[in-house]
C-alpha cells in the first residue's frame, strides 16, 4: 500500500508578501518517527523560521485559506479521503484560534469540529477510543478534533486518580499502562490511515512565560475574563508533569503515517502559518481530483443542455 504522508525531510517554500521568504525543513517542526526528542531541548515555543513581518504572514495565511479551500473541494467531491487534524496543547497556546483562521475559508459541509471535554458517564461505560471512534470524519471530510483521545496520556497521567473512574479490569491500572496506550493509539491510528484517513496531529507548543502573559491578559481585559478559569491555573501548578507527559507522548506515538508536529505557539501568527502551511502540504500528497466524467454521462449532461438551451426564455 502506497501511504500519501509528510517527511520530516520534506522542505517547505513558504513566500510572503514584500518579498520576504523561507526554505522550512518539516524536520524543525515534526517528531521524527522512531526517535526521541526533548521538548526543552529540541523545541523552541518562540521559533518562527526567521520570518519576521507578521502582516506578511497574514496574508500567506489567508493564500493558504484559499488554498485549502480548493484542495478541500476536490477531498469532497472525490469521497474517498478524510483527514482528521488533532490539536492538543497547554492552556492558552491558542488552538481555538488556529483553527478559527485556518478553517475560516473551508466549507462547513466538508469539515466538523469535535472538542472532547470531561468524560460523560456514558462516555465512562466504554472504552477511551469509543467517543472518538464515533466522531471519526467520513470520506471527503476534514474532521478537527479539538483535544482528543490523547488525554488520555495527558491529563489521566498527570492526575492518575482519574484511572479509576474509568473502572478499568483489576491489574490493567499499573506502570505499564501508559506505553500499553502508545501502542494502542498508534495501532488505531495504522488502521485509519489504512482505511484511507490522514491523520495529522499539531502539539501547540507554548512556554511557560507565554502562558503566564496569556493568563494575565484574560483576566485584565474584560472581553477575555470568559476566557479563563480557575482550572487553567490550578492545571498550571503540573506544568513540569504534564511537559513531560507530553514528551512521552510524542516520542511513544509518532509514526510515518501520523507523526507529530511540535508547532512553535509563542507567536501565534507563526503558529497558524505553520498549521496551515502542513495541512496544505498533506493534502497536496493525496492523488485528489474531481470524478472524471465517462462517455455515458457526458451524453446524458448533453442531452440535459440541449433541453435547456431549446427552452424559451421565462418572459418574468
Not at 123 to 131: A, G, I, K, S, V
Amino acid at each position: 500500500m502506497k501511504h500519501h504522508h509528510l517527511h520530516p525531510d520534506q522542505r517547505l517554500r513558504i513566500d510572503l508578501e514584500g518579498g520576504d521568504s523561507v526554505d522550512l525543513s518539516l524536520g524543525r517542526l515534526m517528531v521524527p518517527p522512531g526517535s526521541r526528542v526533548s521538548l526543552r531541548d529540541d523545541f523552541d515555543p518562540a521559533f518562527t523560521a526567521g520570518l519576521r513581518d507578521k502582516e506578511a504572514a497574514h496574508g500567506r495565511v489567508a493564500a493558504n485559506v484559499a488554498r485549502l479551500s480548493d484542495l478541500q473541494e476536490k477531498l469532497y467531491a472525490q469521497d474517498t479521503y478524510a483527514v482528521l487534524a488533532i490539536f492538543q496543547a497547554m492552556d492558552a497556546a491558542g488552538k481555538d484560534g488556529v483553527i478559527r483562521h485556518v478553517m475560516s475559508g473551508v466549507n462547513p459541509q466538508g469539515c466538523q469540529v469535535t472538542s472532547f471535554k470531561v468524560p460523560s458517564d456514558e462516555e465512562l461505560d466504554h472504552d477511551y477510543l469509543w467517543r472518538a471512534a464515533k466522531a471519526l470524519p467520513a470520506r471527503g471530510m476534514i474532521g478537527i478534533f479539538n483535544r482528543s483521545y490523547y488525554e488520555e496520556v495527558l491529563v489521566v497521567r498527570v492526575h492518575p486518580e482519574l484511572l479509576e473512574r474509568q473502572r478499568l479490569p483489576r491489574g490493567t491500572a499499573d506502570a505499564g499502562i501508559w506505553n500499553r496506550r502508545y501502542g494502542e493509539i498508534a495501532a488505531f491510528e495504522q488502521y485509519l490511515a489504512q482505511n484511507g484517513i490522514v491523520v495529522l496531529k499539531f502539539f501547540l507548543n507554548v512556554s511557560k512565560e507565554e502562558q503566564r502573559q496569556r493568563f494575565l491578559a484574560r483576566i485584565d481585559e474584560p472581553e477575555k475574563n470568559w476566557k479563563f478559569s480557575l482550572g487553567d491555573y490550578r492545571e498550571r501548578a503540573h506544568w513540569n508533569a504534564y511537559q513531560q507527559a507530553y514528551e512521552e507522548m510524542l516520542n511513544g506515538t509518532s509514526t510515518d503515517v501520523a507523526p507529530w508536529f511540535v508547532i512553535p505557539a509563542d507567536r501565534k501568527w507563526f503558529a497558524r502559518l505553520a498549521v496551515s502551511e502542513v495541512i496544505c502540504a498533506a493534502l497536496e500528497k493525496l492523488p485528489l481530483h474531481f470524478p472524471a466524467t465517462d462517455d455515458a454521462r457526458r451524453r446524458e449532461l448533453q442531452e440535459i443542455r440541449d433541453a435547456l438551451a431549446g427552452e424559451a426564455p421565462d418572459p418574468g
